[in-house]
Protein backbone atom coordinates (compact mmCIF):
# COMPACT_ATOMS: atom_id res chain seq x y z
CA UNK A 1 0.00 0.00 0.00
CA UNK A 2 1.12 3.86 -0.65
CA UNK A 3 -0.03 6.95 0.74
CA UNK A 4 -0.22 9.46 -1.56
CA UNK A 5 -0.34 13.41 0.51
CA UNK A 6 -0.54 16.90 -1.68
CA UNK A 7 0.80 19.29 0.91
CA UNK A 8 -1.03 22.47 0.67
CA UNK A 9 -3.36 24.89 2.98
CA UNK A 10 -7.28 24.39 3.24
CA UNK A 11 -10.14 26.85 1.75
CA UNK A 12 -10.72 28.81 -0.96
CA UNK A 13 -7.97 31.45 0.43
CA UNK A 14 -5.01 29.46 -0.97
CA UNK A 15 -6.76 27.48 -4.00
CA UNK A 16 -4.53 27.97 -7.24
CA UNK A 17 -1.12 29.08 -4.80
CA UNK A 18 2.23 27.99 -5.35
CA UNK A 19 1.78 26.82 -2.44
CA UNK A 20 -1.06 24.58 -2.80
CA UNK A 21 0.68 22.64 -5.62
CA UNK A 22 0.12 19.34 -3.96
CA UNK A 23 -3.12 19.80 -3.72
CA UNK A 24 -3.36 20.08 -7.37
CA UNK A 25 -1.97 17.06 -7.99
CA UNK A 26 -3.93 15.06 -5.73
CA UNK A 27 -7.02 16.21 -6.89
CA UNK A 28 -5.94 15.34 -10.30
CA UNK A 29 -5.00 11.57 -9.16
CA UNK A 30 -8.65 11.20 -7.83
CA UNK A 31 -10.05 12.45 -10.58
CA UNK A 32 -7.64 9.83 -12.60
CA UNK A 33 -8.82 7.23 -10.33
CA UNK A 34 -12.85 8.31 -10.95
CA UNK A 35 -13.19 9.64 -7.42
CA UNK A 36 -13.49 12.33 -5.54
CA UNK A 37 -11.54 13.39 -1.81
CA UNK A 38 -13.76 13.09 1.06
CA UNK A 39 -13.46 13.65 4.41
CA UNK A 40 -12.11 11.21 7.06
CA UNK A 41 -12.40 12.31 10.64
CA UNK A 42 -10.00 10.01 12.27
CA UNK A 43 -6.93 11.40 10.45
CA UNK A 44 -7.80 15.14 9.61
CA UNK A 45 -7.66 14.60 5.97
CA UNK A 46 -9.71 14.51 2.79
CA UNK A 47 -8.95 11.28 0.85
CA UNK A 48 -9.55 8.76 -2.13
CA UNK A 49 -8.72 5.33 -1.50
CA UNK A 50 -8.13 3.92 -4.74
CA UNK A 51 -6.07 1.50 -7.03
CA UNK A 52 -3.16 2.26 -9.66
CA UNK A 53 -2.01 -0.45 -11.51
CA UNK A 54 -3.68 -3.13 -13.70
CA UNK A 55 -5.16 -6.01 -13.31
CA UNK A 56 -4.23 -8.33 -9.93
CA UNK A 57 -0.78 -6.32 -9.86
CA UNK A 58 -2.62 -3.37 -9.08
CA UNK A 59 -1.78 -1.31 -5.77
CA UNK A 60 -3.88 -0.04 -3.01
CA UNK A 61 -3.28 3.63 -3.06
CA UNK A 62 -4.38 6.36 -0.57
CA UNK A 63 -4.58 9.54 -1.94
CA UNK A 64 -5.02 12.32 0.63
CA UNK A 65 -4.79 16.29 1.28
CA UNK A 66 -4.50 17.08 5.37
CA UNK A 67 -7.54 19.77 6.43
CA UNK A 68 -4.79 21.63 8.59
CA UNK A 69 -2.27 24.05 7.47
CA UNK A 70 0.82 23.08 5.79
CA UNK A 71 3.55 24.05 8.91
CA UNK A 72 1.08 21.63 10.61
CA UNK A 73 0.83 18.86 7.90
CA UNK A 74 2.71 16.71 10.36
CA UNK A 75 -0.36 15.35 12.99
CA UNK A 76 -2.67 14.55 9.84
CA UNK A 77 0.01 12.73 7.78
CA UNK A 78 1.39 10.43 11.10
CA UNK A 79 -2.39 10.01 11.97
CA UNK A 80 -2.59 8.45 8.20
CA UNK A 81 -0.09 6.40 7.97
CA UNK A 82 -0.84 4.71 11.51
CA UNK A 83 -4.26 4.16 10.29
CA UNK A 84 -3.22 2.55 7.14
CA UNK A 85 -0.36 0.97 8.91
CA UNK A 86 1.56 2.34 6.31
CA UNK A 87 5.71 2.62 6.54
CA UNK A 88 7.38 5.78 6.03
CA UNK A 89 8.87 4.34 3.20
CA UNK A 90 5.51 4.07 1.44
CA UNK A 91 4.86 7.24 1.70
CA UNK A 92 5.15 10.00 -1.56
CA UNK A 93 4.87 13.38 -0.46
CA UNK A 94 3.89 16.21 -3.44
CA UNK A 95 4.97 19.65 -2.65
CA UNK A 96 6.02 22.95 -4.16
CA UNK A 97 10.00 23.45 -4.31
CA UNK A 98 11.67 26.66 -4.09
CA UNK A 99 14.69 25.76 -5.34
CA UNK A 100 13.55 24.26 -8.29
CA UNK A 101 12.72 26.49 -11.35
CA UNK A 102 8.98 26.61 -12.32
CA UNK A 103 8.56 23.83 -14.47
CA UNK A 104 10.74 21.57 -13.16
CA UNK A 105 9.66 18.09 -11.41
CA UNK A 106 11.93 15.95 -9.47
CA UNK A 107 11.71 12.37 -7.38
CA UNK A 108 13.87 11.62 -4.45
CA UNK A 109 13.65 9.80 -1.11
CA UNK A 110 14.99 10.98 1.89
CA UNK A 111 17.25 13.85 3.08
CA UNK A 112 17.09 17.41 4.34
CA UNK A 113 13.76 19.56 4.10
CA UNK A 114 15.26 22.59 2.49
CA UNK A 115 13.46 25.23 5.20
CA UNK A 116 10.41 23.40 3.72
CA UNK A 117 8.03 23.94 6.72
CA UNK A 118 5.55 21.16 5.90
CA UNK A 119 8.25 18.87 5.34
CA UNK A 120 10.06 19.42 8.65
CA UNK A 121 6.34 18.53 10.47
CA UNK A 122 6.27 15.28 9.08
CA UNK A 123 9.63 14.35 9.48
CA UNK A 124 9.24 15.38 12.93
CA UNK A 125 6.08 13.35 13.07
CA UNK A 126 7.01 10.77 11.55
CA UNK A 127 10.38 10.66 13.17
CA UNK A 128 11.51 9.54 9.92
CA UNK A 129 13.15 10.87 6.57
CA UNK A 130 13.36 8.23 4.42
CA UNK A 131 9.47 9.17 2.66
CA UNK A 132 9.36 9.88 -1.26
CA UNK A 133 9.07 13.12 -2.39
CA UNK A 134 7.56 14.64 -5.23
CA UNK A 135 9.46 18.23 -5.59
CA UNK A 136 7.03 20.61 -7.75
CA UNK A 137 9.57 23.44 -9.07
CA UNK A 138 8.09 27.03 -8.62
CA UNK A 139 11.39 28.95 -9.07
CA UNK A 140 12.49 31.80 -6.79
CA UNK A 141 10.70 34.93 -6.07
CA UNK A 142 11.45 38.12 -8.07
CA UNK A 143 13.58 40.64 -7.33
CA UNK A 144 13.73 41.15 -3.47
CA UNK A 145 10.50 39.51 -2.59
CA UNK A 146 9.37 38.05 0.72
CA UNK A 147 9.85 33.97 0.13
CA UNK A 148 6.74 33.44 2.26
CA UNK A 149 4.61 35.80 0.19
CA UNK A 150 5.59 34.70 -3.02
CA UNK A 151 4.05 30.66 -1.96
CA UNK A 152 1.05 32.08 -1.39
CA UNK A 153 0.29 33.66 -4.51
CA UNK A 154 -1.54 32.40 -7.56
CA UNK A 155 0.39 31.35 -10.55
CA UNK A 156 1.34 33.99 -13.00
CA UNK A 157 -0.62 34.15 -16.40
CA UNK A 158 2.52 32.66 -18.23
CA UNK A 159 2.60 29.67 -15.74
CA UNK A 160 -0.94 28.92 -15.69
CA UNK A 161 -0.69 28.23 -19.47
CA UNK A 162 2.06 25.10 -18.31
CA UNK A 163 0.17 24.19 -14.97
CA UNK A 164 -2.19 22.07 -16.12
CA UNK A 165 0.47 19.94 -18.08
CA UNK A 166 2.61 19.91 -15.52
CA UNK A 167 -0.24 18.82 -12.64
CA UNK A 168 -0.32 15.80 -15.12
CA UNK A 169 3.04 14.72 -15.75
CA UNK A 170 3.80 14.99 -11.80
CA UNK A 171 0.42 12.75 -11.57
CA UNK A 172 2.06 10.50 -14.24
CA UNK A 173 5.34 10.26 -12.24
CA UNK A 174 3.43 9.09 -8.59
CA UNK A 175 1.61 6.43 -10.22
CA UNK A 176 4.91 5.22 -12.02
CA UNK A 177 6.38 5.32 -8.44
CA UNK A 178 3.63 2.57 -7.21
CA UNK A 179 3.52 1.00 -10.25
CA UNK A 180 7.22 0.32 -11.43
CA UNK A 181 9.17 2.42 -8.47
CA UNK A 182 11.18 4.93 -7.75
CA UNK A 183 14.42 4.03 -9.59
CA UNK A 184 12.46 3.71 -12.81
CA UNK A 185 10.26 6.70 -12.36
CA UNK A 186 13.25 8.92 -11.68
CA UNK A 187 14.84 8.00 -14.62
CA UNK A 188 11.54 8.48 -16.63
CA UNK A 189 10.64 11.69 -15.04
CA UNK A 190 14.60 13.50 -14.68
CA UNK A 191 15.04 12.44 -18.76
CA UNK A 192 11.83 14.57 -19.53
CA UNK A 193 12.84 18.03 -17.57
Not at 36 to 51: E, F, G, I, Y
Not at 61 to 87: I, Q, R
Not at 140 to 164: H, I, M, N
Request: aromatic fraction near 6%; glycine fraction near 12%; hydrophobic fraction near 35%.
Amino acid sequence: MYVVVGLGNPGAKYEGTRHNAGHMVIEALAARAGGALAAHKKTNTHQLVARAGYGADAERVVFATCDSYMNTSGGPVSSLMKYYECPPENLIVVHDELDLPFGTLKLKRGGGEGGHNGLKSISQSLGAKNYIRLRFGIGRPPGRQDPADYVLRAFSAAEKKDLGVLIERAADAVEEVVRLGLETATLHLHTQN
